[in-house]
């Protein structure tokens, strides 16, 4: 193994198969300013030592309460915000392994056609003023891509491989549906060919219905192109149908990662465990017991000591309260951070 593939199997025992991505020990800290010269005085833990990799043609998703870093720990992995410590080591096209955090403006440029995000809000992700043709094309018109002729067969290719007629391409996204918006966003983001894509909540803001025909595409994209996903949500259900891997975050710390079917069926986090019982059961015969967490969600401008779930774990004890659970395996695939982590037996989701 050659020193840049050690960089992307470092920090897991056993990492098979090829790693695109290896996020290592990633912070983001949002500084507290008060007074009139805006003195720090603390700062903001919005992403708190978080590790976890995403293989080639796989889609990891990412779960969590609202504000517990998802969003931001997306936008660090791609350097639309600057991360505050760690390491993110991506391999692009021609198989190069670089740490993107090391990177400057003109090396990162080089590879953003490999990276790509699509946004949650496919109103306010499109250019009101702008035809549909002039959306999709404008990646690659700034990453010299195509011109003219190509540049227009392309946007075509690129319409209809999201389901949408090519016929509509000069019109405006006022004339288009929530899902039909969310469709040109996802051909706007597959215009450079890119090997990984962030999708941030890609479909919470879509009724149910049209979810499950974005989710099918986004499917579908991926055998086609090859694609690897980072999908964040905070929908069990959906996180369950689209992810060959979970990761659950709190407070700005991942907790447990594991394979989807494993997470679901046998949780080994209590944080988990109490988010898989919220999860609806499809079936009025059986009931769920649902697990309500008491007190409220730590501040991570603020955050307790030792395991920041302690507060409001049923199964806290001593040692959790005074020291940090060291990100650890305990399974093939699976990685946790908890003390209790092989005493206790917790309860997954019903029907998984």
């Known amino acids: 193994m050659s020193v840049r593939e050690a960089d992307l199997g470092r920090g897991h025992d056993a990492v098979q198969g090829d790693v695109i991505l290896n996020v290592q020990s990633l912070k983001k800290y949002f500084p507290i300013k008060k007074g009139f010269l805006q003195k720090t005085v603390g700062y903001v833990k919005a992403v708190d030592d978080v590790s976890f990799y995403i293989r080639e043609g796989e889609t990891f998703g990412l779960v969590g309460e609202s504000g517990c870093g998802k969003t931001t720990l997306g936008r660090c992995v791609l350097r639309a915000i600057e991360p505050t410590e ?8 021609e198989g190069r392994v670089s740490d993107l955090n090391e990177l400057d403006n003109k090396e990162l440029r080089k590879l953003r056609r490999d990276i790509q995000l699509i946004f949650q809000d496919p109103y306010s992700s499109l250019n009101p003023r702008m035809t549909v043709q002039n959306i999709v ?3 690659l018109i700034c990453n010299g891509i195509a011109h003219g002729d190509e540049l227009r067969s392309r946007v075509r290719q690129l319409i209809e491989m999201v389901g949408l007629n090519s016929r509509h391409m000069d019109r405006y996204p006022h004339a288009f549906s929530g899902g039909q918006r969310q469709r040109i966003g996802i051909a706007r983001a597959l215009a450079t060919n890119p090997r990984f894509v962030v999708c941030d909540e890609a479909v919470s803001a879509l009724d149910v219905s049209v979810q499950a025909q974005i989710l099918n595409l986004l499917q579908d994209l991926q055998r086609q192109l090859s694609l690897s996903y980072l999908f964040i949500s905070h929908d069990l259900g959906v996180i369950q149908h689209i992810s060959d ?8 710390r991942m907790v447990e990662t594991a394979r989807t079917e494993d997470l679901f ?5 209590p944080y988990t465990e109490a988010l898989l019982s919220a999860k609806p059961v499809p079936d009025p015969r059986r009931k769920s017991e649902r697990i309500v967490l008491q007190g409220e969600v730590a501040n991570p401008a603020k955050p307790p000591s030792g395991c920041y779930f302690h507060p409001r774990c049923p199964y806290a004890q001593e040692i959790c309260k005074l020291q940090k659970p060291e990100w650890r395996k305990v399974g093939e695939d699976h990685f946790v951070a908890c003390h209790l982590a092989d005493e206790l037996t917790l309860q997954g989701a019903i029907g998984s």
Not at 265 to 269: S, T, W
């Open 245 to 252: 891997r979970v990761g659950v975050m709190y407070v700005g």
């Open 137 to 139: 094309a404008e990646p």
């Open 86 to 93: 760690g390491s993110t080591v991506f391999k692009d096209r």
């Open 265 to 269: 069926r046998r949780p080994r986090h």
